[in-house]
């Protein structure tokens, strides 16, 4: 899909933070648990409601997990024009490093349909130094 111009009615921001939750990981095990913060910003010009979403979440190993739903954290947010949604939803690797990327569907009151990319982004645990 070509990037939409920015006068165009369904323009929407996508923000993301990753967070790497060592107390619910377990290293030795394989189990390595991060959060991601999605900001969500209705940048167009119309009002679009969230009704799904697909995530393609890779680890280091190539394998690949997809996930789809209905809304985000049980809630289908409206976007006014200007208007921000953000949410915290997290995600399990059996690896340290891995990578989300997915998108969103998005519905306009005239019941047009529309899909948001989510950019790719980085989970991994953080080195530390001592």
């Given at each position: 899909m070509p990037r939409m111009e920015k006068n165009d009615p369904h323009?929407?921001?996508?923000?993301?933070r990753v967070n790497y939750l060592p107390e619910q990981s377990d290293e030795s095990g394989n189990r390595f648990v991060f959060s991601y913060t999605i900001t969500?910003?209705?940048?167009?010009?119309?009002?679009?409601r969230l009704i799904s979403r697909h995530w393609v979440i890779t680890d280091a190993d190539n394998h690949v997990q997809e996930v789809r739903g209905q809304g985000v954290v049980g809630e289908q947010p409206l976007l006014n024009p200007n208007q921000s949604f953000e949410y915290t939803s997290?995600?399990?690797?059996?690896t340290q490093v891995g990578t989300m990327r997915g998108s969103y569907q998005m519905q306009t009151d005239d019941g047009s349909e529309f899909e948001v990319d989510i950019p790719q982004f980085v989970l991994s645990v953080p080195r530390v130094l001592h």
């Open positions: 323009d929407i921001d996508i923000q993301t969500i910003t209705n940048i167009g010009s119309t009002p679009a997290g995600t399990v690797l059996t």
